[in-house]
């Protein structure tokens, strides 16, 4: 499945963003759908992930109440809505798809998504 992610910019700190990541074929609800963030010089995190259906969502702990994941099958789009942005969460910011249901810890894991979009640039300004 080939991925575009867009919604990023620039923003000033407490301010709130949307992603966007369409992807491309008629069976996006086989697929699980992930957003991972990478930040100047870090390693590529894990941001949040939904299950192919929309029923399970998966946060990593600090970001949890802040960015909520949500998917619409029906235009083969999932979302990662960000609020009360911060300068730390300036990073390039990748949507990523696996097809199937993988086990609950498969969906923190960047190894386990077999396809990546492009990414989109958030910066946070203090």
């Known amino acids: 499945v080939q991925l575009q992610a867009s919604g990023g910019g620039l923003v000033q700190a407490g301010a709130s963003l949307r992603l966007s990541c369409v992807a491309s074929g008629r069976t996006f609800s086989r697929y699980a759908m992930g957003w991972f963030r990478q930040g100047p010089g870090k390693e590529r995190e894990f941001v949040a992930a939904i299950s192919g259906s929309g029923q399970s969502t998966y946060y990593v702990d600090y970001m949890k109440g802040r960015f909520t994941i949500s998917r619409d099958n029906a235009k083969n789009t999932v979302y990662l809505q960000m609020n009360s942005l911060k300068p730390e969460d300036t990073a390039v910011y990748y949507c990523?798809?696996?097809?199937?249901?993988?086990?609950?810890?498969?969906?923190?894991?960047?190894?386990?998504?077999?396809?990546w979009g492009q990414g989109t640039q958030v910066t946070v300004s203090s």
């Open positions: 990523a798809a696996r097809l199937g249901t993988p086990d609950s810890a498969s969906y923190y894991s960047k190894s386990k998504y077999g396809d």
